[in-house]
């Protein structure tokens, strides 16, 4: 029997488990937010350096909010259809990727302080988090902390290349996504 909805969001009634993860969601949900608002200086749906539309059109605004939105179904869909599996450290450790990297590809990234910031708090709670499950938890727990971080890193390339119109990225964009 796979888990059901309550299990998976409730880590089956482990307190300190649902402590850890929720302030892990909520600082990375802040940090993803605060990147991708931040990163919004071009217009919605226009690719500035080739002027013609993106083949999407997204606003930054709403970006961090869809990748959320996906990653908690995603994590619902993981653990109630293919394993059995209880939490949400796939959709934290995949925003900690997504983040870092939107952070690391935008235009002087060290100079914006807050966004620095909370990419920071967020990249370091979701390393201790890492490091604390590799030494309490099965090996098998690790491996999807890999794989959703992979995950949130290919989220970031395929939004990267849906905006971009298959545009390669480059560091020291205004804005990355773009769209």
Known sequence: MFSSVPEILTYDGSATDIILNYVAFLANTIALAAVCIGSAR??????????????????????????????????IFL?????????????WSAQCSFSLLLFLFLQNPFSKKSLFASTLIST??????????????????????????????????????????????????ENPLMC
């Open 42 to 75: 071009s217009r919605c749906g226009e690719n500035r350096s080739r002027k013609q539309p993106t083949i999407i059109v997204l606003s930054n605004h709403s970006t961090w909010l869809l990748i959320t939105l996906f990653l908690v179904f995603f994590q």
């Open 124 to 173: 370091s709670l979701s390393l201790a988090l890492w490091i604390y499950y590799l030494i309490v938890s099965d090996l098998i727990t690790t491996i999807a902390h890999i794989c959703s971080i992979v995950l949130g890193l290919a989220l970031f390339i395929l939004l990267r290349i849906m905006c971009r119109g298959g545009e390669p990225p480059s560091q020291g964009e």
């Open 79 to 91: 653990c109630s259809v293919i394993v059995r599996c209880v939490g949400i450290s796939v959709v």
